[in-house]
């Protein structure tokens, strides 16, 4: 049978997924940080401009534990958000690639096109947690799209290995 149509373990996918998509989001933002410190490039947001994982994690306090953040809170649940999404995401995308294999071509870099496309260009902007993307200079937005590369690619690369060599049979 061709393996590309083969379905593997999806609980074994998930959990490599929810692994690699956590360590993607850590280099994802890694490579954000190193890229906004070149020459031309916007400098990360200032205080006042709170980042659309601050402001997702202060609307589900709000909404559902009926808390505002503290300063101190927000440190915490901005990166807490980021890590979950990418978690969240990540093993999704290992769930699916158990079932069809074939969503692994590319390696990764379809993944990071499709979630910076549905996250960051249309829901975080839609939900008013951050600016529209046609309001973001062009190198401000390729350095989100790059970022976003490396998460997906990141994220199957991680998975392959967690798969090959953590989680065997």
């Known amino acids: ?35 906004t410190k070149l020459p031309g490039m916007q400098a990360p ?31 915490v649940a901005g990166p807490f958000v980021h890590y979950a999404f990418g978690a969240s995401v990540g093993g ?4 699916v690639v158990e079932a069809m294999p074939l969503v692994t071509r590319g390696a990764g870099v379809p993944l990071g096109v499709v979630v910076w496309l549905g996250a960051h260009v249309i829901t975080v902007p839609a939900l008013g947690l951050s600016k529209p993307v046609t309001r973001s200079s062009l190198p401000d937005e390729a350095v989100e799209l790059a970022a976003h590369v ?4 990141v994220t199957e690369l991680v998975r392959r290995m967690i798969l090959k060599w953590v989680i065997k049979g």
């Open 1 to 35: 049978m061709d393996s590309r149509l083969q379905r593997g373990d999806t609980w074994k996918g998930l959990k490599a997924g929810i692994l690699a998509g956590i360590i993607a989001a850590w280099a994802m933002g890694q490579f954000h940080a190193l890229l």
């Open 150 to 153: 490396v998460y997906g690619t």
């Open 45 to 75: 947001k200032s205080n006042e401009e709170e980042d659309s994982t601050v402001k997702t994690a202060a609307m589900i306090s709000e909404g559902v534990f009926h808390h505002a953040l503290t300063t101190e809170e927000k440190k």
């Open 92 to 95: 999704t995308y290992g769930a």
